[in-house]
């Protein structure tokens, strides 16, 4: 246990806001420089990144060389043994965290590189032009693949708009509203109250992709600026993934970071962590849309793997995704959505920014450089995966365990005692039904343009539908809560129809 503790010696951050097709850092790069700026944290020489006996990638969206990180060794000189790489989704930096942490627990590695990045903004920008990007492809060998890359969601669910976070998050946010009993009035107000103090820290961040404060009525006002993307979330309240940042961190055991002469009151100890996904993987499938079992399973099992109880833990930084992503994992722990403790290190994903899968990197990065600075103990971080599917959670301190960390599930989980079996969607149930889940899409002129219900028949038949898409009906559709609401379902030409 004496030379196998695993921990985080350096953290390395980068932002590119004016990122241009013309003036770009291409993936490779920039996980280079947050390599580098790794080693300058941690007080060590760029050339000790030779040593590295591990590079542990998280999947980067639209690059896809041979093996990235043997492309990444070869820019910084290392030999490692063994490479890594993920698929998609907001929990894989955790969970590459607590993989790589488990095999240094294990003795099958001693000093490893995890980073990833995101250059969404100039590839989404490529895509609409017409442009190409010669990014550096290549690298000798296949990595290890961590994880799995399933899809998250399924043909019947785009079939009627769910497609992508915007659509299927707020089935969740207004589910979770009606079991609360809020009004929609208060439940704006709670939504801009629980992310105004996101924007404030990430106004003191450094690497935050808008470093804006907004007051909780200005990010739930509707205007021009921030018109409805989805009911219930204005712009101001949904992800920003078309960025360019990066991230990286150096994690190795303690016996490396003592012959690497890196100060003790710089270690921060991985201190244990665990994950799970959904039994009911596909959204439109879930027996309660204002639960998430397998949220809970990870979050319990992480604390109860560390040794900590919800109240020894100081800071934390919640995958923030969209308002109930928060709203869900304070549920699950019982914590007060005021907690004086805050939800985010970083300012979360509309306003930091939202790095696709490598998000969780800067929240492990900001966490460190927290704790180290003296600003708490403990912190726990979290991450999410597709539309409340996949969870990801690890507890990182200051203070040396009195036991030795594990990563996985505890036997006794709180899914135990929670509705987790899947409820098929039947593309043939009519007649009476009751709504369970809804929103309506808007266009770009802010206008509703796509109802969406999820419920049961009378006959408890689990169904998806469209709602009639005229003006009139959708205004009048969102101005109530219809979480609840009864209707008649209809089949024609193998469309689901909804109406009131």
């Given amino acids: 246990m004496n030379r196998n503790l695993p921990v985080i010696i350096g953290q390395g951050q980068l932002v590119d806001r004016d990122a241009s097709i013309e003036r770009h850092m291409e993936p490779l790069e920039m996980l280079a420089k947050v390599s580098i700026n790794a080693t300058v944290d941690a007080g060590i020489s760029e050339s000790v990144l030779a040593e590295l006996d591990t590079i542990a990638l998280v999947g980067t969206a639209g690059w896809h060389p041979d093996n990235a990180p043997n492309l990444l060794a070869t820019r910084l000189g290392a030999h490692p043994g063994h490479e890594y790489v993920t698929g998609t989704g907001g929990q894989v930096g955790i969970s590459l965290l607590n993989f790589v942490a488990s095999e240094i627990i294990a003795g099958r590695s001693e000093f490893t590189l995890v980073a990833g990045c995101n250059n969404l903004k100039v590839l989404m920008k490529s895509i609409s032009t017409g442009v190409r990007l010669n990014w550096q492809r290549g690298g000798i060998g296949k990595p290890v693949m961590v994880g799995g890359d399933e899809p998250g969601s399924n043909d019947i669910e785009a079939q009627y708009g769910l497609k992508l976070p915007p659509d299927i998050y707020p089935l969740f946010e207004n589910a979770l509203r009606a079991s609360q009993g809020l009004s929609l009035d208060e439940h704006s107000a709670v939504m801009g109250s629980l992310f105004s103090p996101f924007t404030e820290v990430a106004a003191e961040n450094p690497y935050a992709w808008f470093p804006t404060r907004r007051s909780a009525q200005e990010l739930?006002?509707?205007?021009?600026?921030?018109?409805?993307?989805?009911?219930?979330?204005?712009?101001?309240?949904?992800?920003?993934?078309?960025?360019?940042?990066?991230?990286?961190?150096?994690?190795?055991?303690?016996?490396?970071?003592?012959?690497?002469?890196?100060?003790?009151?710089?270690?921060?100890?991985?201190?244990?962590?665990?994950?799970?996904?959904?039994?009911?993987?596909?959204?439109?499938?879930?027996?309660?849309?204002?639960?998430?079992?397998?949220m809970k399973d990870a979050q319990t099992s992480a604390l109860s793997n560390a040794g900590l109880d919800i109240a020894e833990v100081d800071r934390f930084d919640f995958y923030s995704c969209f308002p109930v992503a928060v709203e869900m994992a304070c549920k699950n722990l019982d914590l007060a959505l005021d907690d004086p403790r805050g939800f985010t290190v970083t300012g979360g994903l509309p306003y930091a920014g939202g790095p696709a899968s490598a998000y969780t990197l800067h929240s492990i990065a900001e966490m460190s450089q927290e704790l180290r600075a003296g600003r708490g103990q403990s912190g726990l971080v979290t991450g999410n995966g597709w539309y409340l599917t996949k969870h990801s959670c690890a507890v990182l301190g200051m203070g040396r365990p009195e036991r030795l960390p594990r990563d996985g599930l505890t036997a006794e989980l709180p899914s135990a005692e929670m509705a987790t079996k899947p409820e098929r969607v039947d593309p043939e149930a009519s007649g009476a039904a009751r709504i369970e889940a809804y929103t309506v899409a808007y266009d770009r002129e802010g206008k509703p343009e796509r109802g969406i219900v999820l419920g049961r028949t009378e006959q408890q038949r689990r169904f998806i539908a469209n709602t009639p898409n005229t003006k009139d009906f959708l205004e009048h559709f969102v101005a109530s809560e219809q979480v609840g609401t009864t209707g008649t379902l209809t089949v024609r030409n193998q469309q689901s129809l909804f109406d009131l």
């Fill in 220 to 294: 739930c006002t509707v205007t021009a600026n921030n018109r409805m993307i989805s009911f219930p979330y204005p712009k101001y309240l949904n992800a920003v993934l078309n960025t360019e940042q990066a991230a990286g961190l150096i994690v190795c055991s303690e016996e490396k970071a003592r012959s690497l002469g890196v100060p003790e009151q710089s270690w921060v100890y991985w201190l244990g962590g665990a994950a799970s996904q959904e039994q009911a993987w596909w959204a439109s499938e879930r027996p309660q849309f204002s639960e998430c079992p397998s």
